[in-house]
């Protein structure tokens, strides 16, 4: 079982800043990524930013220069830097894992490794104009 725990959200004022936070603990064998995803009343799930193992990056076009993300894969941690915040950032934000997690095979009674996709609870971030 892989856990991902996120925290950091809460009500900011318009051009404002939060920092959020994910942790992703259990049996995770490798982490080939980290992203935070967001999602509006209303709308789909869209990409916010995600990092790769090699510590590549990619942003959505809505928040290209003002949030920064940066992760520790070793720690399994990743974190969000939101800066000029504006009230369309206004959604839930979710952290994301994947790489490879262990899981138990009943026929070998043994643990493997298999595909990771982890999400966590998400986080409410509301930016009021």
């Known amino acids: 079982q892989v856990q991902v725990a996120e925290s950091g959200g809460g009500l900011v004022q318009d051009g404002g800043s939060l920092r959020l936070s994910c942790k992703a603990s259990?049996?995770?064998?490798?982490?080939?990524?980290m992203a935070w995803y967001r999602q509006a009343p209303g709308k789909q799930r869209e990409l916010v930013a995600l990092?790769?193992?090699?510590?590549?990056?990619k942003y959505g076009d809505s928040v290209k220069g003002r949030f920064t993300i940066s992760g520790d894969n070793a720690a399994k941690t990743v974190a969000l830097q939101m800066n000029s915040l504006k009230p369309e950032d206004t959604a839930v934000y979710y952290c994301?894992?994947?790489?490879?997690?262990?899981?138990?095979?009943?026929?070998?009674?043994?643990?493997?490794?298999?595909?990771?996709?982890?999400w966590g609870q998400g986080t409410l971030v509301t930016v009021s104009s």
């Open positions: 990092v790769n193992s090699s510590g590549g990056t």
């Open positions: 994301n894992v994947a790489g490879s997690g262990f899981y138990y095979d009943d026929q070998r009674a043994a643990f493997k490794p298999g595909p990771l996709d982890a």
């Open positions: 259990g049996r995770i064998y490798s982490i080939d990524m």
